[in-house]
Nanobody
């Protein structure tokens, strides 16, 4: 099994930046895809961004495109989410996700990912 541990959440003012990290560990790290979802109070979990572990191809939700950047460090088995120009509507619990089987496309459905972290809270004040 793969364990995902997020860090880097916190409170930031609107317009500010935060960087989330997700460290993957386990018997064998075998994710082909890593990414981020978020869930705001009273809302459904939504896709934020994902990256192909080998090659680095990315996909973003329209709501974060040009503001958030996903990246990975394969030597550290860590994926990052650099968030800039944060808005109050970005307030949510952010979950790191992984998928252990190959696909040609990056899906945005939560059920497509089989590894989930516990989440880290991001609060953006206005």
């Amino acid at each position: 099994q793969v364990q995902l541990v997020e860090s880097g959440g916190g409170l930031v003012q609107a317009g500010g930046s935060l960087r989330l990290s997700c460290a993957a560990s386990g018997r064998t790290f075998s994710s082909y895809f890593m990414g981020w979802f978020r869930q705001a109070p009273g809302k459904e979990r939504e896709f934020v961004a994902a990256i192909v572990w080998s090659g680095g191809r990315t996909r973003y939700a329209d709501s974060v495109k040009d503001r958030f950047t996903i990246s990975r460090d394969t030597a550290k088995n860590t994926v990052y989410l650099q968030m800039t120009s944060l808005k109050p509507e970005d307030t949510a619990v952010y979950f790191c996700v992984g998928r252990s089987s190959w696909s040609f496309g990056i899906d945005t459905m939560a059920t497509w990912y089989n590894y989930w972290g516990q989440g880290t809270q991001v609060n953006v004040s206005s």
